[in-house]
């Protein structure tokens, strides 16, 4: 499994652009800039929905641990995408 940079994370605004960061010292994970965001609507949702990605992969792990993939359509899915998470397929 590939290892992602740690979490928490969280998303901070910094003029018109807004970043991701990983820790206290302000380790970037990802900067999204957008040249108006008059306009683009969706860069804070892109970046809050970003900084959340740590707690729903564990949480996402944590539910589908307690089940099996086989028990509905739903639960297969999240096996599903721990997998292209975590590198298996």
């Known amino acids: ?16 652009d807004w970043k991701v960061t990983s820790d206290d010292y302000g380790r970037i994970v990802t900067r999204i800039c957008y ?3 008059k ?9 809050r929905l970003i900084a959340a990605a ?5 949480t996402l792990k944590a539910i589908a ?4 993939a086989t028990d ?6 999240a096996h599903e995408l721990l ?6 397929e």
């Open 72 to 77: 509905c359509d739903e639960i297969f899915r």
């Open 65 to 68: 641990g307690r089940f099996d």
């Open 39 to 47: 306009v683009d609507t969706t860069v804070e949702a892109d970046a």
């Open 54 to 58: 740590p707690e729903m992969y564990e």
């Open 1 to 16: 499994m590939m290892k992602h940079t740690p979490g928490p994370w969280k998303a901070e605004q910094v003029r018109n």
């Open 83 to 88: 997998s292209r998470i975590e590198g298996a």
């Open 35 to 37: 040249p108006d965001p």
